[in-house]
């Protein structure tokens, strides 16, 4: 979409590029979403995207609903990046870059999900590596968090692996019910050790035409 050069946004790893969210990608992406394949044991947060929606085609309209608002919230204490995992051709997931206060303070944070057929493979770590980098090297950022439910194993091992320190806990819902959650937090310094070369970044002019960095400008 020519009129809109943030989705031309893109990040590539030897492993799968993250691509900006299209409609066509979203669509293709849609099919594991109706099918349930977004489902996943621990249960995830409670999100705008709706991902607990009993009736398939209902699921699939609030996923995108809820994407098209956030594409069009683009203010200096919010904006969200939205972009598909795609690995060898097919898209198999997202992988979300959410400014929180960006221009004051040059944080964010992240929000992901894989089809259950292609777990088990490190493609979430190198999913969250993929989009740390975007942070961190592309938009200048200066601190990354996270936050996982605690007996979500498989997140909460990643965002140690890779270089965030815990930051507390808090609470949070899963289809209603509360459940405590772990706070991780990761600075550009304890960032940089973990910093990878075959990452590659694309097209991030247009990140500094449309949102609001101020601090964060990227270097491109």
């Given at each position: 979409m020519k009129a809109y050069p943030?989705?031309?946004?893109?990040?590539?790893?030897p492993k799968l590029e993250l691509r900006g969210a299209t409609d066509d990608l979203l669509d293709q992406l849609a099919e594991?979403?109706?099918a349930g394949k977004t489902h996943a044991d621990p249960l995830p947060y409670d999100d705008p995207i709706s991902l607990y929606e009993?009736?398939?085609?209902?699921r699939v309209a609030k996923w995108l609903q809820a994407i098209w608002?956030?594409?069009?919230?683009v203010e200096a204490d919010a904006w969200r990046l939205y972009f598909v995992v795609?690995?060898?051709g097919q898209p198999v997931g997202m992988q979300d870059l959410c400014g929180v206060r960006f221009s004051t303070f040059g944080t964010f944070t992240t929000?992901?999900?894989?089809s259950a057929d292609h777990r088990g493979r490190g493609l979430g770590r190198e999913m969250r590596s993929a989009i740390l980098h975007l942070g961190f090297d592309g938009l200048r950022a200066k601190e990354a968090s996270s936050d996982a439910f605690v007996d979500n194993h498989s997140s909460n091992a990643i965002s140690q692996a890779l270089?965030?320190?815990?930051?507390g806990s808090d609470w949070d819902t899963r289809q209603g019910e509360p459940a405590l959650l772990n706070r991780w937090r990761l600075t550009r310094e304890n960032w940089q050790p973990h910093r990878r070369n075959d990452i590659q970044l694309h097209n991030l002019e247009a990140c500094r035409t449309f949102?609001?960095?101020k601090d964060g400008q990227p270097d491109v």
């Open positions: 943030l989705f031309d946004v893109r990040v590539s790893t594991d979403v109706r009993p009736d398939p085609d209902l608002r956030g594409r069009g919230r795609v690995v060898d929000f992901s999900w894989l270089g965030y320190e815990p930051n949102l609001p960095l």
